[in-house]
């Protein structure tokens, strides 16, 4: 580029030059730092919505030089050539971004901010976490950003409408900007304290299912994923695998909780009554299924699946009931049909169903 393009003097003409020598290196920089921070993410398990990286353009520097190129003696000075922007789906996952960045890189305080501790009604967009970075045995730093999602939406929306850009936007539509934004606010508190309030809640059902009091503990996707870490299916499955010998390979018991919630289980209890109340049934539909074959491989949800056979047959639910058994573990079929029909026939010839 022609080094008449810009209005610029000796010294910030020198600045550009050195910008444009180093660039490559900026690029490499920008890819590096981007990487190491999804390493350390990845290896502290935490997820983050993205992570941006640019250098600042040629233009937009020399822009920056045009109105305050005196202040930098420099390159090394401008201390967001290369920047970066980390955003989280939590607000206070902003906080552990910012440790595992202080971990990685020193960080220059004096010139780092953390804007969320400013307290007007229309900050929100601009409550990130700025830090400025550098690497050893490299003279140039860099930036690293950090906000939520919704404080992203938010500053994309500002930009777009103008807003804090210096031209007067009208007192309604300033109003309302600001209801906005106090509203988005309080959503990313919310955010993050029912995820609080919902992992408070996992660690109480796993310490009622860890105690036995299953009768305490309702039914849900969480509470039935710590009842498998008690596999409670595995003696009964142990029992089955024995009539042949066979090998239980481990499956996903998943599925079974909409099963067990059709059968009208409201407790973790509930199930503990059904496999106790149909352990002998589920055992005798199991041998008549293996019993005469040489089969020496069994699917660890056949224990579950005949407890729920027995249950309904017991119950006097009949073909449809078991239909739909079939329906919500295999998906609608029109075999379905004809399966539970037949299975409805075999096992009401079976000794549990007179005891």
């Not at 004096?110 to 400025?132: C, P, Q, T, W």
């Not at 503990?272 to 020496?296: F, S, V």
Request: overall charge negative; proline content about 2%.
């Amino acid at each position: 580029m022609a080094e008449n393009t810009y209005q610029l003097d000796a010294h910030c003409q020198a600045i550009l030059e050195e910008y444009r020598e180093h660039l490559p290196l900026f690029e490499e920089m920008k890819q590096k730092v981007q990487a190491q921070l999804k390493q350390v993410f990845d290896e502290a398990g935490l997820i983050v919505a993205s992570i941006e990286g640019r250098v600042k353009t040629e233009k937009s520097l020399a822009g920056k030089l045009e109105l305050k190129g005196a202040k930098y003696a420099t390159l090394a000075d401008i201390t967001d050539i290369i920047g970066l922007r980390v955003i989280t789906f939590y607000s206070d996952d902003v906080d552990k971004v910012a440790s595992a960045v202080d971990r990685l890189y020193k960080v220059d305080w004096e010139n780092s901010v953390d804007k969320r501790k400013a307290h007007e009604i229309d900050s929100f967009g601009y409550m990130s976490l700025h830090y400025i970075c550098s690497m050893e045995g490299c003279p140039y730093r860099f930036e690293i950003q950090m906000r939520t999602v919704l404080q992203h939406a938010w500053a994309n929306m500002n930009h777009d409408t103008g807003y804090k850009s210096g031209v007067e936007i009208p007192r309604e539509y300033l109003r309302n900007l600001n209801r906005l934004a106090g509203m988005l606010e309080l959503a990313d508190e919310q955010f993050s304290q029912i995820r609080n309030d919902l992992t408070d809640y996992r660690r109480r059902v796993q310490a009622l299912v860890a105690s036995g009091n299953l009768d305490e503990v309702p039914l849900d996707g969480d509470t039935y994923r710590s009842y498998l870490q008690l596999r409670p299916f595995d003696k009964l499955n142990r029992r089955i695998a024995a009539v042949n010998q066979a090998e239980i390979q481990e499956v996903n018991l998943m599925p079974y909780l909409a099963v067990f919630k059709d059968l009208e289980c409201h407790t973790l209890g509930d199930i503990g009554r059904l496999i106790k109340q149909n352990n002998d049934g589920a055992y005798q539909i199991a041998c008549y299924q293996i019993g005469l074959t040489d089969l020496d491989i069994i699917s660890s949800s056949l224990g579950p699946q005949d407890l729920c056979i027995a249950h309904i047959v017991r119950s006097g639910g009949g073909k449809k009931e078991l239909k739909r058994l079939f329906d919500t573990l295999n998906g609608e079929n029109s075999s379905n049909e004809s399966m539970a029909e037949f299975l409805l026939q075999q096992v009401s010839e079976l000794p549990f169903m007179n005891q």
